[in-house]
């Protein structure tokens, strides 16, 4: 596809929506990047605001247990605590108790769902995602989106941003923002302004805990986050949700609203475009390179491990030629499957030894230009001393992984079962 005279890959994303459960994938050249799956019962977390009441103040952690309603406490940090401007925060912090106390009640929003054993983490750093926009009540200061490049209109948009807030307000310019008029900006932080309002006039009279605010559903996310101009069309296989998102999406744009296709036939429209194929492929602990090299991750509560190798690939009679080949095509799926697969953390990436400096650069240079589309902040620290090229990625939700599948009843979670003849060993607990 071609944009502003650039050669462009092919974005799509495919909605199905059968026997109650929401499923988006997103496609960059028929290849499966991202994928959400919801059902009514299990939508997510993050984002959502509560009214909660303080259960326990740990001052040797400077952090506190706050009851929102869930399983399992939330925990909040002083750093949540305190004022979310960096040049507010005190040079040094005071104890957490004279902020906070036992009993008291707070407004709370979630940063990270819970996961394993842990509870949910929040924040009093309040921030409300629009289209154009992200707001934030008690931030005081305007950002922009670093992947608009242009110096120029950076500085455009964050004039307008500062010229629209109001004395404490913060707000951030969204990358899809990016030569939109100001009146498009002003109607996003109205309707979010009057979000929170509403927000802070619910809490008034909810009774701690209780919900005050929920994030969209997974579809709704995904359309005010990642349905761009450069997205070529959305398909999606129910003609009532459909008519609607095109009436919703045309109040936004006018050509993005023609983008949307409405699929009728009998098969399931992620069967068609072989989303269900490419996602159990990438759930593997091995995967293929497409020159016959092969990945193999391994994850363990700490880390994620990525070993790559040749495997089939034996390139031509230069062995160093044949390593850098490899290494780059394995950087280009390692970006695209943590994307996938969600996976969050510390990533740790064995490439094949590589004799050129030279090559070990293009190799950190690939990843970092295939992080550029992953919409989750990740980025490659660089080179360890034993070699490893090591990652970290923003988590915030359980993975993929964890989504789709759970521990095997019959090895525990190690992925292994007894060997012959073994079958009356008793597992430790």
């Given at each position: 596809?071609?944009?502003?005279?650039?050669?462009?890959?092919?974005?799509?994303i495919i909605?199905?929506?059968?026997?109650?459960?929401?499923k988006v994938?997103?496609l960059?050249?028929?290849?499966?990047?991202?994928?959400y799956?919801?059902?009514?019962?299990?939508?997510?977390l993050i984002?959502?605001?509560?009214?909660g009441k303080?259960?326990?103040?740990?001052?040797g952690?400077?952090?506190?247990f706050v009851?929102?309603?869930?399983?399992k406490n939330a925990f909040l940090?002083?750093d949540d605590?305190?004022?979310?401007?960096?040049?507010k925060?005190?040079?040094?912090?005071?104890?957490?108790?004279?902020?906070?106390?036992?009993?008291?009640?707070?407004i709370?929003?979630?940063?990270?769902?819970?996961?394993?054993t842990?509870g949910?983490?929040?924040?009093?750093?309040?921030?409300l995602?629009?289209?154009?926009?992200v707001y934030?009540p008690?931030?005081?200061y305007?950002?922009v989106s670093?992947?608009i490049?242009s110096?120029?209109?950076?500085?455009?948009?964050?004039?307008?941003?500062e010229?629209?807030?109001?004395?404490?307000?913060?707000?951030?310019?969204?990358t899809?923002?990016?030569?939109?008029?100001?009146?498009?900006?002003?109607r996003?932080?109205?309707?979010?302004r009057?979000?929170w309002n509403?927000i802070?006039?619910?809490a008034?009279?909810?009774p701690?805990p209780?919900?005050?605010?929920?994030?969209?559903?997974v579809?709704?996310?995904?359309v005010?986050?990642?349905?761009?101009d450069q997205?070529?069309?959305?398909?999606?296989?129910?003609a009532v949700?459909?008519?609607?998102?095109i009436?919703?999406?045309?109040g936004?744009?006018?050509e993005?609203?023609?983008r949307?296709?409405?699929?009728?036939?009998?098969?399931?429209?992620?069967e068609?475009?072989?989303?269900?194929d490419?996602l159990?492929?990438?759930?593997?602990r091995?995967v293929?390179?497409?020159?016959g090299?092969?990945l193999?991750?391994?994850?363990?509560?700490?880390?994620?491990?990525?070993d790559?190798?040749?495997g089939?690939?034996?390139?031509?009679?230069?062995?160093?030629a044949?390593?850098?080949?490899?290494?780059?095509q394995?950087?280009?799926?390692?970006?695209?499957?943590?994307?996938?697969?969600d996976?969050?953390?510390i990533?740790?990436?064995?490439?094949?030894?590589m004799?050129?400096?030279?090559?070990r650069?293009?190799?950190?240079?690939r990843?970092?230009?295939?992080?550029?589309?992953?919409?989750?902040?990740t980025?490659?620290?660089?080179?360890?001393k034993?070699?490893?090229m090591?990652?970290t990625?923003?988590k915030?939700?359980?993975?993929?992984d964890?989504?789709?599948?759970?521990?095997?009843?019959?090895?525990?979670g190690?992925?292994?079962v007894?060997?012959?003849g073994?079958?009356?060993?008793?597992r430790?607990k």
């Amino acid at each position: 596809m071609r944009r502003g005279g650039e050669l462009t890959k092919l974005k799509q994303i495919i909605v199905q929506c059968r026997d109650g459960e929401t499923k988006v994938a997103l496609l960059e050249d028929r290849a499966l990047t991202e994928y959400y799956t919801e059902r009514p019962t299990e939508k997510q977390l993050i984002g959502s605001v509560y009214k909660g009441k303080v259960a326990n103040v740990l001052p040797g952690m400077q952090a506190a247990f706050v009851d929102i309603g869930l399983d399992k406490n939330a925990f909040l940090y002083i750093d949540d605590v305190l004022p979310a401007h960096l040049e507010k925060i005190p040079p040094v912090k005071p104890p957490i108790t004279d902020l906070i106390r036992p009993g008291q009640e707070l407004i709370v929003q979630v940063a990270k769902e819970p996961l394993g054993t842990k509870g949910a983490r929040i924040t009093t750093h309040f921030s409300l995602p629009g289209r154009w926009i992200v707001y934030m009540p008690g931030a005081d200061y305007v950002g922009v989106s670093r992947k608009i490049e242009s110096e120029e209109e950076r500085q455009r948009l964050k004039q307008a941003a500062e010229t629209m807030r109001l004395p404490g307000e913060g707000i951030i310019v969204r990358t899809v923002a990016e030569n939109e008029p100001l009146e498009a900006l002003e109607r996003d932080l109205n309707m979010l302004r009057s979000e929170w309002n509403g927000i802070r006039k619910l809490a008034e009279t909810s009774p701690a805990p209780s919900r005050l605010f929920r994030e969209p559903g997974v579809l709704d996310r995904v359309v005010r986050d990642a349905f761009t101009d450069q997205v070529d069309e959305l398909i999606i296989d129910d003609a009532v949700m459909g008519e609607s998102l095109i009436r919703r999406v045309r109040g936004i744009s006018e050509e993005l609203a023609g983008r949307i296709r409405i699929y009728r036939g009998a098969e399931p429209v992620q069967e068609v475009y072989g989303i269900r194929d490419q996602l159990e492929r990438a759930m593997r602990r091995k995967v293929w390179l497409p020159n016959g090299g092969y990945l193999v991750l391994d994850r363990t509560e700490a880390l994620t491990v990525v070993d790559v190798n040749t495997g089939k690939y034996t390139g031509t009679d230069d062995p160093e030629a044949t390593v850098f080949t490899t290494n780059l095509q394995a950087a280009d799926e390692i970006a695209r499957l943590l994307r996938l697969r969600d996976i969050g953390g510390i990533v740790l990436v064995d490439f094949i030894d590589m004799a050129s400096d030279e090559h070990r650069a293009d190799v950190a240079a690939r990843l970092e230009e295939a992080f550029r589309r992953d919409r989750t902040k990740t980025f490659a620290v660089g080179w360890t001393k034993l070699g490893l090229m090591e990652i970290t990625r923003k988590k915030a939700r359980e993975s993929l992984d964890e989504a789709l599948f759970v521990p095997c009843a019959s090895c525990g979670g190690t992925g292994k079962v007894p060997a012959s003849g073994q079958a009356g060993v008793r597992r430790r607990k």
